[in-house]
């Protein structure tokens, strides 16, 4: 499940974002290495949302830094 978690999110960030599918791993920062902003944070959020009907919540959004934080935070709401 984490491994379609992380597909579901490389091919968001790829199409969505336009980012190089190479510069995406689990260790990769969402803010400084693929030079996401607060707005860009928001779609990203909320093209999640349509794309797993999982809903992560601002503050826990907040906390994220890492394409892993992402996925993580993600399957964690589907154990829930």
């Keep these: ?23 995406i791993t ?6 400084d290495e693929l030079e996401l902003d607060s707005i860009d944070a ?3 959020m909320v093209k999640l949302r349509e794309l ?7 503050d826990a959004f907040k906390k994220i830094r890492t394409v892993g934080d992402v996925v993580n ?7 829930a």
């Design 26 to 31: 689990h260790e990769t920062d969402l803010y």
């Design 52 to 58: 797993t009907d999982l809903d992560i919540e601002p």
């Design 1 to 23: 499940m984490k491994n379609q978690l992380y597909q579901q999110l490389t091919e968001l960030l790829v199409n969505y974002f336009e980012l190089p599918a190479s510069m």
């Design 73 to 79: 935070e993600l399957q964690q709401l589907q154990g």
């Design 42 to 44: 928001i779609d990203l």
